[in-house]
């Protein structure tokens, strides 16, 4: 990994990394503590052709997703509350 000055607060540069053989990296060891990632942990891996990879924790799209999902059932149950008091 190269070293380079590195940023602080919401955007970090944590530095780069080579591609091996295997198309294996190593995660910056700050990146890893910042984001808390540990030996064993699912990533998942996105992609955008013009912006780029990005990376995020299986553990928190999944907990993304838990509260995505609890606000449509809200959304929907207030619907439904909504068409029972048109239908009085």
């Given at each position: 990994?190269?070293?380079?000055r ?12 080579t591609?091996?053989e ?15 990632i ?9 992609g955008d ?6 990376i ?8 993304f ?6 606000s ?11 068409e029972?008091n048109?239908?009085?």
């Open positions: 990994m190269s070293h380079h590195h940023s602080k607060g919401k955007n970090q540069f944590f530095g780069s990394v591609v091996g295997r198309g294996q990296i190593v995660i910056p060891a700050r990146a890893r503590k910042v984001f808390n540990n030996s064993g942990d699912q990533l998942l891996v996105f052709i013009d912006k780029g990879i990005g995020i924790k299986a553990s928190e799209l999944n907990h997703a838990s509260r995505l999902f609890t449509f059932n809200k959304d929907n149950n207030h619907e439904k509350e909504d029972q048109e239908q009085k």
